[in-house]
C-alpha cells in the first residue's frame, strides 16, 4: 500500500544506507578463507578454476541483473520486492553453513547475486524516492563511504570467522535479517507507485534518456576500473616493493582505502559544483596516484600515491551517481539506477582483464599503473572540454542582443 504525504528523515536514510553493505559482503568476508575452501574442494576436478567463483559469481549476478530489477521496480513498486530479495539474500547467503555438495554451494551463490543486485537498485532507487537536491546528494555519497568502511571491518571478522572454519564467514549473511527489519519498520512504498500500477497506460510514453545515460554508464565503468585495480593488485604491487607479510599487505590496503570515504565526504562539500569540473578534479586525483603507484620505489610512497587516487574515486563515484539519476522522472528512476549499477560491476570485471593485459603488454604491474594513469590524464581532458564547453554556452545565453 503506497503511503500519503509522508517526509523522509534520517531513519529512512538509514534505513535504506545500510544494504550497500551487501555489496562487499560477498568477496571481502569470504577472501581470507578462499585458501582453506581450495584445500576442502582439492579433489574436485579443476577446482582451483571453480573454487574461487563462490567469490566472483555474485558481482557477475549484479552486473547481469541489475538493470531488469530496475525494470521490475518501475513496474510493480519497489518495497515489497526489496525485502523479498533481502530475505532470499540471508537464507542463500547462510546456506553453505549446510550445504556440502560444491555445485549446490555455487547454485546458492547465484542467488546471493541475484537477490543483491535487486538490494542494491532498489535501495538506491528509494533514496532518489525519497529525497531531492542536497538531501539525496548527500545519501547517495553516503552510500560508497559506508560501503568502503564496511570492507574493512568485514575483511577482519571474515578473517576471525575463517579461524574457526571455512563455512563461519558465511554465518555474516544472517545479519542483512536486521538490516530488512530496517527497511520493515522504516520504509514505505512511494506514493507515486500507486498511480503508476493502477494507471500504467498513462506512464508507458516516459523514455529512458539513453544517450545521457550511456555516457554515464560509460564513464562509471572506466571508474570501477580504476577503482577496483586498487582493491585487487595493491597487493601485487607492495609485494614487487618488498612487502610480503599477509597481515602487513592486509593493514595497508585498509589503510590506504580509507582514503574512499574521506572522498565521498569532499563530494558532500562540493556537489554544488558542475559535473565536468568534479570529473576533472577526481580524474586529475585518479592520474596523478596512479603515476605515482607506477614510479614508486618504495611502499611508502606507493600508499601515498594509493590513497590519491582512492580519494579521486571516492569523489567520482557519487558524482557520477547523483548525476545518473538527476532529472529522471519516477517512472524510470528503477531502470536508470539498475543500468548504473550495472555498468559498475561490469567495470569491476574489466579491471582484472584491463590489468593483466596491460601487464602482460608492457612489462610489469606498474606498467599497467601507467597506462590507467594516461588514460585518467585523456578523461580529464574530456572534462576540461566539457566544461570549457558549458563555460563558451553561459557566455553566449548571456551576451549581449542574444535572446
Partial sequence: MASK???AGPAQGLALLLPSTMSVMGVVVLAPVLPQMLAH???????????????????????????????LADRFGRRRLL????????????????????????????????????????TTTLIGDYFKGHQREKWLAL?????????????????????ISWRAPF????????????????????????????????????ALPWARLGGICA?????AVLFYTVQVDLSLALTGRGVTDPAAIGGMTAAASLAVPVGTFAFQRLSGLPVAMLLLMAFVLCGAGFSGMALATGHGWLLASVALAQFGCGLILPT??????RGLAFEIRGRATGLWQASFFVGQFLSAFVVTTLSHRFGDIFSAFLGLAI?????????????????????????????
Fill in 5 to 7: 504525504s509522508r517526509t
Fill in 320 to 325: 557520477l551517481l547523483t548525476w545518473a539519476l
Fill in 83 to 122: 525485502m523479498l530479495s533481502m530475505l532470499l539474500y540471508a537464507v542463500c547467503g547462510v546456506a553453505p553453513l549446510v550445504l556440502d555438495d560444491f555445485r549446490a554451494i555455487l547454485a546458492s551463490r547465484v542467488v546471493v547475486g541475484v537477490t543483491e543486485a535487486a538490494v542494491m537498485t532498489l
Fill in 143 to 163: 552510500q560508497t563511504a559506508v560501503a568502503s568502511i564496511s570492507a574493512v571491518a568485514l575483511f577482519v571478522i571474515g578473517g576471525a570467522l575463517g579461524a
Fill in 375 to 403: 588514460a585518467s590524464g585523456v578523461a580529464a581532458a574530456l572534462a576540461l572540454g566539457g566544461l570549457a564547453l558549458m563555460s563558451n554556452r553561459a557566455q553566449g545565453a548571456t551576451a549581449p542582443g542574444v535572446r
Fill in 219 to 223: 564513464i562509471t565503468a572506466f571508474a
Fill in 171 to 206: 554465518a555474516v549473511y544472517a545479519s542483512s535479517l536486521l538490516l530488512l527489519a530496517g527497511i520493515r519498520f522504516f520504509t514505505w512504498e512511494p506514493e507515486e507507485t500507486e498511480d503508476v500500477l493502477h494507471h500504467p497506460e498513462a506512464h508507458r510514453n516516459v
Fill in 41 to 71: 574442494f582439492k579433489d574436485m576436478p579443476q577446482a582451483d578454476y571453480w573454487v574461487p567463483m563462490i567469490l566472483t559469481t555474485p558481482a557477475l549476478c549484479v552486473a547481469l541483473f541489475s538493470a531488469p530489477a530496475g525494470w
